[in-house]
């Protein structure tokens, strides 16, 4: 692969600004991979009036919501032609096992699909009120909306944001991670072919608080939708707070897996190690806390660490690899901070890093699984979003309630066991914005997701998505 120049989007074209640049390294290697354009505040504001004139002007938001739904099945479709060339630039670009990229391109393309569907199923209602005459609701789309994208699942969350606003007629302003610009820059010429009108999609490239920020405060930016870290969501929430734009957060996690006696230890023990070790750990959703009942907690911890270990740590292009490295030299040493801090707070290291040998070059971090862990301990409270996991022990559903409560994150979680009356109610009681029953799988394009607590505001996918990119106007008609 050439290590060519990208340039961000603008208009329907390739646009550098002032023609300056920032690199992005390659984890698996740690050489430098691509280098991006680096826009600045000027750019931003260029490209939020490029969006600004084409949804004032109507081209995109007056077409029928059947037609722009037609235009985003085009792009779920030429997603899936170019699923190889998209595949390896997300393996490579962060690190990613070439086989979970493959699966993140392919949901990208759904999720195209599944709004491509949704695009004419949003209506408004009929009230009845006390006056005579008609009442009724229609959704508008909010205007310009800013998109802010993180770098772990770089393209399926740049769908995620994309395909709904634009299946209800907004014009997006893209803002991917600085670490992971490269699959999301190929979408504006996929939406240029699909038929999406030129300065509808515009993707801006560039640091997060040079970039980012200049999206986020721009005075004409009507909403922004940023998934990231609870900091730069907080700091997001103040810069719109002046104007008074929309925003919507889908934030960090700190999710538990609750396992109750009465399940095959075995088989949860291994899905646990799935859920808690997927994409090195870098998952919001990743349920680093296992919350483990006394009867099975020395099994279970026996059969976690034994699958943890089995994971094949190496290339990314392998497609037999479970975890790459991880996405940045820095990253890495942050996460070998959280590893020595859980030592150092008392923490029972039940499996170190050093176990296992990793590639010398790049960013590898070999995974970590501690006991005998409390609480108060950083190594429980703070998303590490790394290969690392806690094991804690509890005796009744009301403690392990509790213990899956006491952290300032509410995004997801899972509970097994096979009484299901008390997997329902475990289940209803976590403060979480969603929840599996002896399952680990916690998204579903059709279905809501996000936080409660310091996990967000607001919930992306299924239709609750449509609503998230409109407003809500009433009209009133006098019949008489
Ligand atoms: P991040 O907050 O560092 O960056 C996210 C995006 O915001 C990037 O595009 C970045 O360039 C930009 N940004 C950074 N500072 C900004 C600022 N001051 N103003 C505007 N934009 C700014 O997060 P990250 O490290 O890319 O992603 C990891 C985090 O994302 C984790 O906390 C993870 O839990 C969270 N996450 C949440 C979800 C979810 O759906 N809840 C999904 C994936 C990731």
New binding site residues.
Partial sequence: MAMDKWAAWVGGAPYTGAGEYFTVDEPATGHVLAEVSKLGPEDVDRAVRTARTQFESGVWQNQSATQRGKVLLRMAQLIRDEVETLSQLEARQVGKPIRDARDEVLTAADCFEFYAGAANKLHGDTIPVSQPGLDYTIRVPVGVVGL??????PFL?TA?KVAPALAVGNSVVV??????PLTALKLGPIAQAAGVPDGVLNIVT????Q???????HHDVDK?A????????S??LA?AAARVARVS?????KSPTIVFPDVDVDMVARLAVASAYANGG?????RSRLLVHRDIAEAFTERFQGYVRQLKIGDPLDPTVDMGPL?SLA?RDRVRRYVESGVQEGARLVLAPEAYSVPTHGFYQAPAVFSEVSESMTIVQE?I?GPVSTIQVFDTEEEAIAKANATPYG?SGSVFSRDIGRALRVAHRVKSGVLSVNSIKSVHLEAP???FKM??IGR?LGLEALELYTEVKNIFVALD
């Fill in positions: 802010i994208v993180p770098w772990n699942f969350i995620w803002k991917p991670a600085s670490y992971a560039g640091p997060g608080g970039t980012g920020e200049a999206l986020a405060s922004i940023f998934t990231g870290e609870t900091t730069t969501g700091r997001i810069l957060l889908e934030l960090g996690g870098q998952d919001c959703c990743a996405v990253h998303e979003f995004l997701f996000g936080g996990s967000g992306e």
